[in-house]
């Protein structure tokens, strides 16, 4: 049971455009989302988040939008750079709860073509 | 600035044999991870700790055991190694009650 799921396994988009990488959720107690970005050979590094009393959370080139009624959650990355190519986990938990409660989908691959 | 170190890298086991992981961590973090990522899926909780002496048991455990005598150190441990354990295993810590965790680089081992 995927509580939490990135359908889109891939994304291809031309350096300068936007990239859109989504997220969607199936249980309803989730209400802290965050993104992940991972290189070929490292670790995933936090990228950005949102709570649920918020819809949208802006750092630099990268948006976080958050639909509760849809259960979705996208993020942004505009413009997209050849250096975003990497995968992009999306995790879900309770506010209060602690990390071992993180559940992360399975990951889309951008890449960014120059 | 090292954060979350883990070795080896990587590693080929043969069926049957025993290895340890190890993950230290320099950011005195009270909680440590073990996650493992399978190709197509994504990020499985092993094992985690909230502090020295306290472990328990996350969505994947089976055939894994861990310690964590300090809190800078969580070792992980395989016994009698499967095909089925081939992965990409990841450690990771964070603050107290904090859902931002950072990871390590990442241990690749095949089991064959």
């Known amino acids: 049971d995927q509580q939490v799921k990135q359908n889109s396994p891939s994304l291809s988009v031309q350096e300068g455009r936007i990239s859109i990488l989504n997220c969607d959720y199936t249980?309803?107690?989730?209400?802290?989302f965050l993104w992940y970005k991972k290189y070929p050979a490292e670790g995933p590094t936090f990228l950005i988040s949102?709570?649920?009393?918020?819809d949208k959370n802006e750092d630099g080139r990268f948006t976080v939008f958050l639909n509760k009624s849809a259960k979705h959650l996208s993020l942004h990355i505009v413009p997209s750079q050849p250096g975003d190519s990497a995968v992009y986990f999306c995790?879900?938990?309770?506010?209060?709860?602690?990390?071992?409660?993180?559940?992360f989908g399975a990951g889309t691959i951008l890449r960014v073509k120059s | 600035n090292a954060g979350v170190t883990q070795t080896p890298k990587f590693r080929i086991l043969k069926i049957g044999q025993s290895m340890t992981l190890q993950c230290t961590q320099d950011?005195?973090?009270?909680?440590m991870y073990w996650y493992r990522q399978d190709p197509g899926m994504g990020l499985k909780l092993i094992y985690y700790?909230?502090?020295?002496?306290?472990?328990d048991k996350g969505e994947v455990p089976n055939g894994y055991n861990v310690s964590r005598s300090t809190t800078e150190d969580f070792p992980l441990r395989l016994e009698l190694a499967a095909p089925s354990q081939t992965s990409v295993y990841f450690c990771?810590?964070?603050?107290?009650?904090?859902?931002?965790?950072?990871f390590g680089e990442g241990s690749w081992l095949t089991v064959v």
């Open positions: 949102i709570s649920s009393i918020k």
């Open positions: 700790s909230v502090g020295a002496g306290i472990t």
């Open positions: 995790a879900a938990s309770g506010l209060q709860e602690y990390g071992n409660k993180l559940v």
């Open positions: 990771a810590s964070s603050y107290p009650g904090g859902n931002t965790i950072y």
């Open positions: 950011m005195n973090h009270n909680y």
């Open positions: 249980n309803s107690m989730f209400d802290y």
